[in-house]
């Protein structure tokens, strides 16, 4: 059997991803999957890229929010978010990361593929048209049928809509991870899923778990950063 740990959206919340670290031992798996946003409104983004930077059996793309530190970090203006109070974050993260995680991330694509146990799996940020599109479970099935049609991948993960979900439509498997460190939906703890490729088919199961918010939100203020990040950490809702 193969296993395949997915996450994304990390939002640089070591401390949510080192929960999911001490809970499911991540030597058993395969392959790790990350399908991006390292980067942005938690106070950790060394630790996270360092922690995908030291093993070998990773699959990892870059999201919107890293593509924006690149940008700071090449002399870019920086276009959005537009709210001040948001960029601020921004900024910091590029002023704060290591040059080699910097690095890294600039190393990554922003789609990637791989095969493993005869099946092709098609890593993307949003979709595999857009890397900016949010799609989401409710998402009309015609949509879905569109990004299966001619799918060279059996399977497509995705991230970037914070909201977890497994559906099947035309043969496609379809996956959202649900963001690590910045769920959307009320309720704070991290999400991951674990995907199983054996004999007996594809099996996917999602997971939410709690971690230490607290450590966020005091990181944020020892460093402060506006209040609203903190906010949003702890009630597990997005920023407006
Ligand atoms: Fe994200």
Redesign the pocket.
Known sequence: MTQILLLG?I?ANYPALDAIIRYIQPERFDWIVNTG?FTVYSTFPNETIQWFRKRKNTVCII?N?DRRILRILSGKKLKRPKKKEKQVMYFWTAENLHAKNAAYLKSLPERTDFTTAKVRIGVFHGTRDDPDEELFPWAPEARFRELAKDSPYKIQIM??S?VPFYKIVDGVHFINTG?VG?MFDGDSRASFAILKISSAGIAVEHFRIPYAVEKVVEELKNHKLPDIYGKMFRTGKKLN
């Open positions: 959206d939002h946003d999201g929010t991230g970037h914070h963001s910045r």
